[in-house]
């Protein structure tokens, strides 16, 4: 919004009178100034009154195509409300809304300047009724573009709002209990514990030392078992929940199973009373069980599928998500393959089903009943981590979670923040000299991938350009000479981007592998999969043209030689396994060696001219390595456990060739609590 967009009437909120067009407000009965982006700030809240506006929209609205502070818009509230007279404890104008934004609860009514001609009054009149039509329609134009009216049909319950991190939820049979997971702010452990649905009492079942988590009933209910994971060992344990909920916390508990160390997803399900499902990272594993005469596992875990991004059990099949082909299949409960579930869905994050009920989760909450697509509702108030099922009587369950993903500089060893606005960074990029570095922020209302350009020791942000949609690239590298940077979807295109004209060009079609930059900068190596062979080429910078080229590098051959290290760019299919797997028979620390391939999926590493920086999450610790590639040793560089991980993407650690500039990017102030979405009406 802009000042030629204000409103161009007098406005009256409570006590005090506005004057969009003279910038001015009368409080009692005296004008005063109004800075501009105060009034730019309340004609927003006008606009909406009665609505909570989020943060992120009105950073958006009041400065466009700029990135500040997210305590600018603190500071512009306050002094907004300093202006108005408006109590920051009482808050009888602009409410504050815990996580949202602002809202503003006093009433705004539209008052005529008294000094207008009849004829004025009517076009003012006309106005004000166009306005309100305006509204009106707006308001049915929503209403008719919105998806089949699930919202109708549910309502929205948030059953826990504790500052920290509440997710992996599960029902009992009856419907009564649910179990889920607690990490409180400042901890690095995760508690277990049971929600009585009825009482709305929830009770710490575990809170030890390590990290237990991931709990579940089984069919009889009188029993549940968890993942106790931490540094040393990861294990399925189980406790008896045969007498009442208070007692459970104090029952013995015993181990289930052996699970595999360096996991850094996670998930139980117990549908039948002697076979345990888990999901560990990407494989769903078949546990077979024997009550004599306690539970516990009688034959070694069985694979039973790879690949596997999200998993949902009911009673008698699996149902399985794959992202990359954004394929849903039901399978039995050895695996095997029935079908594959028809859908409407775009870009599948997460799922939960029921015998013939299915959930999807995408840009919306898709509700599927026997093949066919029901409706959908929209998602708001977070993102969605985790979705569950009460079978008893088909509520959903939805792990809901807001953060800031930053990027933080490590130089001299020290964590700081660079640019508080910055929190939504994906992909950074530091310059071969680490005088600069790049990254990709998302425009929620163009559904767009913004890129941005920083100096290490400038705050301001410079705007490059807007990318054709959101996914983010798997390549963005600098060129050696850090004029031009080099993004790359290895599935689709290579894209280049001048620097100083801001111009991009698409560099080449296709599907590709083995990018790197020429010794002096001066071109960009890649090999090109046509189909039915690959063939090496090379792309000039100087004259926009690319031709075929004999050379073409491997990974191993790249990492053993110095020279040309800093040349590598991630545009390696797998790289990020690959050269985890080059770090895992290097380091011999029996605490790192499991946790470093699968931290990759969650940290891509970063080679430089001298050697790796690498994160290994280890339970709920976050640790960032360095090794040497002369010296063949590694050292801890930085506990990073107050940070997170995402939980859908992966982050980047980058630096400059001679790794001295490090930047990380991390996820700060995770907050998730659990919402309960309830039908109100048959569908």
Not at 249 to 271: E, I, N, T
Not at 379 to 406: A, P, V
Not at 480 to 489: E, R
Not at 505 to 514: C, E, K, S
């Amino acid at each position: 919004m802009s000042l030629t967009s204000l409103p161009n009437s007098l406005i009256q909120i409570d006590k005090i009178l506005v004057d969009f067009s003279a910038m001015r407000i009368k409080r009692a009965g005296t004008w005063h100034k109004v800075e501009s982006k105060q009034l730019i700030l309340l004609a927003l809240l006008i606009e909406q009154q009665g609505q909570a506006i989020s943060r992120d929209e009105l950073l958006d609205k009041i400065w466009p195509n700029v990135i500040v502070s997210d305590n600018s818009l603190s500071k512009l509230v306050t002094q907004l409300r300093k202006t108005i007279g408006d109590d920051r404890n009482d808050q009888g104008i602009i409410r504050t809304v815990p996580r949202v934004g602002y809202q503003l609860i006093a009433t705004a009514t539209q008052v005529e300047h008294k000094a207008v001609s009849f004829k004025q009054q009517n076009v003012a009149i006309v106005g004000a009724i166009c306005l309100m039509l305006g509204g009106l329609f707006s308001l049915l134009l929503s209403h008719l573009s919105k998806p089949y009216a699930l919202g109708d049909d549910y309502s929205e319950r948030r059953i826990t709002q504790r500052g920290g991190v509440e997710h992996g939820a599960s029902f009992s049979n009856d419907g009564r209990y649910m179990v889920f997971n607690y990490r409180a702010i400042g901890k690095s452990n995760t508690d277990l514990a049971v929600m009585d649905l009825q009482q709305h009492i929830s009770h710490v079942i575990k809170n030890a030392n390590y990290s237990e988590q991931r709990g579940v009933f089984s069919p009889d209910q009188k029993w549940l078992a968890y993942i106790r994971n931490d540094a040393l060992q990861c294990n399925i344990r189980v406790i008896s929940t045969a007498s009442a909920i208070e007692t459970w916390r104090l029952s013995l508990d015993s181990k289930l199973a052996d699970c595999p160390s360096g996991l850094h997803k996670m998930a139980l399900s117990w549908p039948q009373d002697n076979l345990l499902i888990a999901h560990f990272n990407h494989s769903v594993v078949r546990y077979s069980l024997n009550f004599e005469p306690f539970p516990r596992a009688v034959d070694s875990p069985n694979v039973i599928v790879e690949n596997v991004d999200e998993l949902s059990v009911t009673n008698n099949q699996l149902i399985t998500l794959n992202t990359a082909t954004n394929t849903v299949e039901k399978r039995d409960f050895h695996g095997k393959l029935l079908t594959a579930l028809s859908h409407e869905e775009r870009g599948i994050k997460k799922l939960a089903a029921d015998n013939n009920t299915l959930w999807l989760v995408s840009n919306k909450l898709a509700l599927y009943k026997q093949n066919k697509r029901i409706g959908a509702m929209n998602i708001e108030g977070g993102d969605i981590d985790e979705i569950s099922i009460n079978r008893k009587n088909g509520d959903i369950l939805l792990s809901k979670s807001q953060s800031n993903t930053g990027l933080f500089s490590l130089s001299s060893n020290r964590v700081e923040q660079l640019g508080s606005s910055m929190n939504a960074v994906r992909a950074p990029v530091v310059s071969y000299t680490g005088n600069k570095y790049a990254f990709l922020t998302f425009n929620k209302r163009s559904n767009k991938a913004d890129v941005w350009l920083s100096h290490v020791n400038s705050d301001s942000v410079q705007f490059i350009t807007s990318l054709s949609n959101s996914n983010v690239p798997e390549l963005m590298s600098f060129s050696p000479n850090g004029n031009f940077l080099l993004l790359g979807y290895l599935d689709s295109h290579l894209s280049l981007i001048d620097l100083t004209t801001k111009n991009s060009i698409t560099m080449a079609q296709g599907q590709f592998d083995n990018v790197y930059w020429q010794k002096e900068g001066d071109g960009v190596f890649y090999a090109k999969n046509d189909g039915n062979s690959s063939n090496n080429w090379y792309f000039d910078l100087s004259t926009g043209l690319a031709q075929p080229n004999a050379q073409s590098l491997a990974l191993d051959f790249m990492l053993a030689n110095k020279e040309y290290r800093t040349l590598m760019t991630t545009g390696f299919r797998n790289y990020a396994n690959h050269v985890a797997k080059y770090l895992a028979e290097r380091v011999f620390d029996p605490l790192l060696i499991d946790n470093i391939l699968p931290s990759s999926q969650l940290f891509t590493p970063n080679v430089y001219r001298d050697g790796i920086h690498f994160m290994v999450k280890k339970g709920e610790t976050l640790l960032l390595f360095d090794y040497q590639f002369e010296s063949q040793e590694y050292r801890e560089v930085a506990d990073l456990s107050q940070f997170s991980n995402a939980p859908n993407h992966t982050l980047t650690i980058t630096s400059s060739h001679d790794g001295k500039e490090v930047l990380v990017n991390l996820v700060d102030n995770l907050q998730s609590d659990l919402v309960l979405i309830s039908k109100t009406t048959a569908n």
